[in-house]
């Protein structure tokens, strides 16, 4: 049951946040397939990967950081694409599209880091 509930209530919340920043909302999937044990979230342009077990205030989280992602990709499609080509010798952690969605998911949504975001290295 409460499975459920978090997976409609991280459903619910995508859609909100899909129509106050002008994102076609993403599908929740409530699992995250060939993750590492502490992945929690995947985002791909259509579909959120959202392990819904965890508890609300760390879902909540989640949910914003794949959000984000999903909004970077919908909004600035050739950034997004330049990280994934350039972003191989910056650690995963480091690269801009991680800072943006953790300030995003961090702030709720106040604000991203869209410097980081912006800049890709040479
Ligand atoms: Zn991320």
Aim: one cysteine or more; aromatic letters at 18%; proline letters at 6%.
């Amino acid at each position: 049951m409460k499975f459920l509930k978090n997976w409609a209530w991280c459903q619910l919340s995508v859609i909100l946040l899909g129509i106050k920043y002008m994102v076609i909302s993403p599908l929740v999937l409530p699992f995250v397939p060939q993750g590492g044990v502490r992945a929690a979230g995947r985002a791909f342009t259509f579909f959120i990967f959202v392990n819904v077990r965890h508890e609300r205030p760390f879902l909540r989280r989640i949910v914003y950081h794949e959000f984000r992602h999903v909004w970077q990709w919908q909004h600035h499609p050739m950034i997004y694409f330049r990280w994934m080509a350039h972003g191989i010798n910056v650690p995963y952690h480091d690269r801009g599209f991680e800072k943006d969605a953790r300030a995003f998911a961090k702030s709720l949504g106040k604000h991203g880091d869209l410097k980081a975001f912006y800049h890709i290295p040479k």
